[in-house]
């Protein structure tokens, strides 16, 4: 999951339609207000180096002005001479951060990349001077809140929050300091991804040396006049070598290769990161980076995030290691010789296990999962569910394999997005989706771009997807759909997805559930018979699905270890590998080996940095929202609609605690959880 860090082919018809009724309508603010900064009636996209220019100097010329108008305030500070000016700067920044963190990484045009990445730079910078401004400190904090409705009272409470997370209240000297480190902290962060980004490797096999895999991708990769055939490090050959292919020494080498991305590069890039990180914390009071992270969070300090990382840690730890029995057997079996299981042991064997224990081979799954179908299926999915309908739109897109689309509510049009959904040169090479522009009511509608790295379907391959690719597709779905429906809001540190970091995944993880829900995929699991997946292979996957669970989350929470561990050790003269393969010899299921650089292309580390711990909370709290949906059933309307009402609509809009209180009429916690680790 992108998103900017101050808040942070189809037919053009319709593609789905449900008789939804209409989700009530987000509070008003209690006076209208006039924009000064101009409506914007379509997404802006970059064609050229320049337009990423004017968008930077048009919008930053707009945010200088409004500074300058609220210090010039004699008399009382209010809502609409300070709040109101403040919140356009936000959506001025937001013009320029989202689009250009989109473009820097998507654009095929080199020059265009950079400069997005200049703008980043450029408007970061001035972020930074706004929110280590005494001034405007102050004067939010003249404001009378008595005034104001709970929603601007709450804006105000963010805001000034951020303000001394920034460092706001510290003497002159400290700030400017702080401003110099978090200029070079967005530097440091755009290099360490541009590292991954740019390091793309290949490695050549003879077709015996790829045995076990699919006949379509056999097809797709000829070997050259040598008989050799080149597989890259990009998602759509690693994945399918690492989990098909029969020899140990392919997946091994193309592993070694994957886990060394970006290095030696990062090693440097990464200390500079961390050196700057912990000289921001300590300055601004805390102890770390982890606990400086951890404030404004819903986990509120490092004690928290230590404690839940051990305790999922010795809930997962029994079935990791039972599990880790089975998987040494079976490779055992193909090697008595075999003194570990490693990394690029872990798709092929599981698979191996899956087959043994259910005969469920992913392969004959894959016949159902055409990349098209799935697509045209999860909008439909979406459609039915929350009662909108997505029309692909003809609007100039950046590389002819994006496409644009509109979402209507009835007939009113309420946000826009695109899908940029294949591998190239140059392009993120992950999955994500990329926040354009959070939805201003009256003003401009929500925008967010998909960004995905699936085969791409030509007129003689359909692109037969994984299904773990499926549901990879459903995850980063629902972040899309979080950051287009909390689109109705007034103030922009409220729209989209605002909410706690450690809250951020767990739309996108509840909406995971939808892939492996049978009345969800005979919607559009259809092969290229006509048939539609079976109904027992359905759960037949599903307990397949099963297999290996421990074994995967044991390896998450490695990664979450290794994240949080990097960011409360002192960086000073820190050994990146040391502490890498101390944290995975504690928590890592597999056994390390020689030349594993995994932190290097680790791209979390930048966007997450201490955070992945993320993910395994949202999970957690993922697997309590799930539950009226998995009583209700994962299609009823009324489940979706209340579920949209109180978690997606509200963005940011009130503690995510609350709004999880509001779907479930209770508050969260860990049973369901613990329940789903221990199946």
Request: net charge negative.
């Amino acid at each position: 999951m992108k998103y900017w860090p101050f808040v942070i082919a189809m037919s053009a018809s319709i593609a789905g339609f449900s008789g939804c009724s209409k989700p009530a309508p987000v509070e008003v603010p209690q006076a209208a207000h006039v924009f000064s900064i101009e409506p914007l009636d379509l997404p802006v996209t970059f064609s050229t180096a320049a337009d990423a220019q004017a968008v930077c100097d048009k919008n930053l010329t707009h945010v200088d002005r409004l500074r300058k108008e609220i210090k010039a305030v004699d008399g009382k500070h209010t809502r609409e001479n300070t709040l109101e000016p403040l919140n356009e700067m936000d959506i001025a920044f937001e013009r320029i951060l989202g689009i250009s963190e989109l473009m820097a990484n998507t654009h095929p045009d080199e020059a265009v990349r950079t400069e997005a990445e200049k703008c980043t730079e450029r408007a970061s910078e001035v972020l930074t001077q706004i929110q280590m401004d005494p001034a405007l400190f102050a004067a939010v904090n003249d404001v009378d809140t008595n005034t104001l409705d709970a929603r601007a009272k709450f804006y105000v409470q963010k805001t000034l929050q951020d303000y001394k997370l920034a460092g706001v209240d510290k003497d002159e000297e400290t700030r400017a300091k702080l401003a110099d480190l978090n200029k070079q902290l967005v530097k440091s962060g755009q290099a360490f991804d541009k590292n991954i980004r740019d390091d793309r490797k290949t490695v050549q096999f003879t077709a015996e040396q790829l045995a076990g895999l699919p006949e379509d991708f056999m097809a797709a990769h000829q070997p050259d006049e040598n008989g050799m055939i080149t597989i890259s490090t990009d998602y759509t050959d690693y994945f399918p070598v690492m989990t098909y292919a029969k020899s140990e020494e392919t997946r091994k080498a193309i592993s070694k290769v994957f886990t060394a991305r970006a290095y030696p590069a990062n090693d440097q890039v990464f200390k500079d990161l961390l050196k700057e990180r912990s000289q921001i914390a300590k300055l601004t009071g805390f102890e770390n980076w982890a606990a400086y992270n951890a404030s404004d969070k819903m986990a509120k300090d490092t004690a928290t995030i230590s404690a839940f990382l051990k305790d999922i840690a010795a809930i997962t730890e029994p079935r990791y290691k039972a599990e880790l029995e089975e998987l040494m057997a079976l490779k055992k079996a193909d090697n008595p010789n075999a003194d570990g299981f490693y990394p690029w042991d872990r798709f092929y064997y599981i698979e191996a296990l899956k087959k043994q224990k259910y005969d469920f081979d992913a392969q004959a799954v894959r016949q159902y999962f055409p990349y098209e179908k799935v697509k045209r299926g999860i909008l439909n999915v979406a459609s039915t569910i929350y009662g909108v309908t997505f029309q692909q739109s003809d609007r100039p897109v950046w590389h002819d394999s994006v496409e644009a689309y509109d979402v209507y509510e009835g007939d009113k049009l309420i946000a826009r997005f695109y899908l940029d959904m294949h591998p190239r040169e140059g392009k993120y090479g992950h999955a994500a989706s990329f926040g354009m522009y959070s939805g201003i009511e009256g003003l401009q509608l929500p925008a967010a771009t998909l960004v995905c790295n699936f085969p791409q379907p030509t007129p003689s391959n359909p692109a037969l997807m994984e299904h773990n690719d499926v549901t990879t597709f459903f995850h980063e779905f629902g972040h899309l759909l979080h950051q287009l429906f909390a689109g109705r809001h007034h103030w922009a540190k409220q729209s989209g997805i605002s909410c706690e970091w450690d809250f951020v995944e767990a739309p996108s993880q509840l909406f995971e559930d939808w892939a492996w829900d049978y009345d969800v995929l005979k919607r559009f699991a259809v092969n290229d018979k006509g048939e539609v997946i079976p109904k027992e292979l359905v759960e037949k996957m599903k307990k397949a699905d099963e297999v290996g669970k421990g074994v995967l989350n044991m390896r998450q929470i490695s990664y979450a270890t290794l994240s949080y561990n990097y960011h409360i050790a002192d960086p000073e003269n820190i050994d990146l590998l040391k502490v890498q393969n101390d944290t995975f010899a504690k928590y890592s299921p597999f056994k390390q080996f020689e030349g594993d650089y995994t932190f290097a292309s680790f791209g979390h580390l930048n966007g997450y940095s201490s955070m992945y711990y993320t993910y395994m909370w949202s999970l957690a709290i993922a697997k309590d929202l799930g539950q009226p949906f998995h009583a209700n059933g994962l299609l009823n309307v009324e489940t979706a609609h209340k579920y949209r009402e109180t978690i997606l609509s509200v963005g940011g809009a009130q503690h995510a605690a609350d709004s999880v209180r509001n779907f479930l009429g209770r508050d969260y916690n860990l049973d369901a959880f613990k329940a789903w680790l221990s199946e």
